[in-house]
């Protein structure tokens, strides 16, 4: 079963080979849903002019950051077991994390707090929502491990 | 494996020295998905807040829906947005 433990200045992710797949698949199958999210790339500005101004100066560096994040756990996992990673890996992976929750999210029609009371247990057990909770259960694992 | 951090490098717009040195609000707006310790370490990270501060703020985002968490000459809030969009936070900019 997957451990996330801190052994000196690095995290240790223990997680088996089948493990380590599923998570890879997970990725695979969310990442082209974070082009169309409104979450994933929000307004700075409600002024029209003023937001497409934004978009030009930043725009660029906010795609190339979180392909960077996306890369980051990609590599992560596909390399050796036990995936060992360092401070600003694990920032890589928070990040990455969260736009891939936030992109299902969406997906999902999830809009507003007190959502999951919406879904029965056993929905709560099955995909798409069992993966919504795993990236959640590795995000909060990874965040602590920073503590 | 460093993850690339967005540069913003000029204000938006053309502007006078007053304007550019007029201070902006941050705001950060609460999303029903994002985890609260997320926000927590993001806002220390990012704003250097102590634990405590952080969680007021993220407190304040969740219950209220939006909080200021931070107010800035423009071209320094727009940087702090871009950083806070990078992490995958809803983060606009507004006149103080």
């Known amino acids: 079963m997957a451990e996330i433990r801190r052994e000196g200045d690095q995290t240790l992710f223990q997680l088996e080979p089948k493990e380590r797949q599923v998570l890879l698949e997970i990725v695979d199958r969310i990442e082209p849903m974070l082009g169309s ?20 100066l930043a725009g660029d560096d906010l795609e190339r950051s979180r392909d960077a994040d996306l890369a980051t ?34 997906q999902l029609g999830i ?27 590795l995000q909060e694992e990874l965040i602590d491990s920073l503590a | 494996m460093t993850a ?46 102590d634990l405590e501060t952080a969680t007021q703020l993220m407190l304040k985002v969740h ?13 320094r809030a727009e940087v702090s947005v871009a950083q806070l969009h990078a992490h995958g936070l809803q983060a606009t900019l507004a006149r103080d």
Do not use: C, I, K
Not at chain 1, 90 to 106: K, M
Not at chain 1, 122 to 133: D, F, K, M, S, V
Not at chain 2, 63 to 75: D, S
């Open chain 1, 37 to 56: 999210s409104r979450w994933v790339s929000p307004r700075a500005y409600g002024d029209e002019g003023l937001e497409r101004e934004f978009r030009r």
């Open chain 1, 73 to 106: 756990l990609r590599e992560g996992l596909a390399g050796p077991l036990p995936v060992r990673l360092g401070d600003s890996d694990v920032w890589g992976w928070v990040r990455a994390l969260n736009f891939l929750r936030l992109a299902l999210a969406e």
């Open chain 1, 111 to 137: 809009s507003e707090d007190g959502w999951e009371e919406r879904y029965s247990p056993r929905q709560h057990r099955r995909p798409p929502l069992a993966t919504l909770h795993l990236l959640s259960w």
């Open chain 2, 4 to 49: 690339v951090q967005p540069v913003v490098t000029h204000g938006t717009g053309h502007s006078t020295t007053e304007e550019r040195d007029r201070p902006w609000q941050v705001v950060v707006w609460n999303d029903p998905v994002t985890l609260m310790s997320y926000v927590v370490v993001v806002f220390r990270r990012l704003f250097g807040y």
């Open chain 2, 63 to 75: 219950v209220e829906g939006r909080a200021v968490v931070a107010t800035e000459p423009r071209e």
